[in-house]
């Protein structure tokens, strides 16, 4: 620098920059990280839940450890018509399956777009589980379509235990009704229901 010239007034180059400015850098930029943080919010976990299984179940209790309350949520996947369980039945499957959790967890149902119902209920952040790479797609076309109906809501991804990577409601509704055991795969209460189907099933053949 040439002797006698005075630096420029501002920040050092590679200094961090001042959070205020980052929030109007990012609030330019969408608007989305200039709203408060979502720590005390509840988290909504939605699915189809046809029916929980021990992996949703994994799911909820690892949300409970970082989100003060978890919002099960029952949705209409309109891409699986053809559902087993009625909604009021997968709602009472979850509360059965958590009976230990309390008031931090609430069980629901909704009908419409789900970014509408999260807004609704006041929350922000959507909880979905993840296993292997084959859900990655769905979910990411998923999360960018909520994005782009609500920036402000985050969806957050949980890995559930490697021991329910390959379980999946389908599958096991598939394994059960074919009179196959699923009782580690599935909470009690869901494994009696199962039971039940059976016995009518056979009863009407
Ligand atoms: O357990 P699932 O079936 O994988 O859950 C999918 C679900 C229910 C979360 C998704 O189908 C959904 O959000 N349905 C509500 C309607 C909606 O908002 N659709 C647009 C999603 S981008």
Redesign the pocket.
């Known amino acids: 620098m040439p002797s006698g010239k005075i630096p420029a007034a501002g920040p050092r180059r590679g200094a961090p920059r001042p959070r205020v400015v980052v929030a109007r850098a990012a609030a330019r930029r969408g608007g989305v990280p200039s709203a408060p943080p979502v720590s005390g919010l509840p988290a909504v976990y939605?699915?189809?839940?046809d029916p929980i299984t021990n992996g949703h179940v994994d799911i909820i209790r690892r949300t409970l450890r970082v989100f003060p309350q978890v919002i099960a949520a029952v949705?209409?996947?309109?891409?699986?018509d053809a559902s087993l369980f009625s909604a009021e039945e997968r709602v009472a499957m979850i509360r059965e399956s958590l009976p230990d959790v309390g008031e931090r967890l609430r069980v629901d149902s909704f009908t419409?777009?789900?970014?509408d119902y999260v807004e609704r209920i006041g929350a922000r952040v959507i909880i979905r589980g993840l296993r292997a790479v084959s859900d990655f797609e769905y979910e990411f076309q998923?999360t960018m379509?909520?994005r782009h109906l609500k920036p402000a809501i985050e969806t957050v991804f949980m890995m559930a235990d490697e021991q329910y990577f390959y379980t999946s409601s389908r599958l096991i509704k598939q394994v059960a009704l074919f009179g196959g055991d699923v009782r580690t795969l599935v909470p009690e209460p869901v494994a009696e229901r199962f039971a039940a189907r059976l016995k009518q099933q056979s009863a009407r053949a």
């Open positions: 939605p699915g189809s839940f949705a209409y996947n309109p891409d699986k419409g777009l789900l970014v998923m379509m909520n």
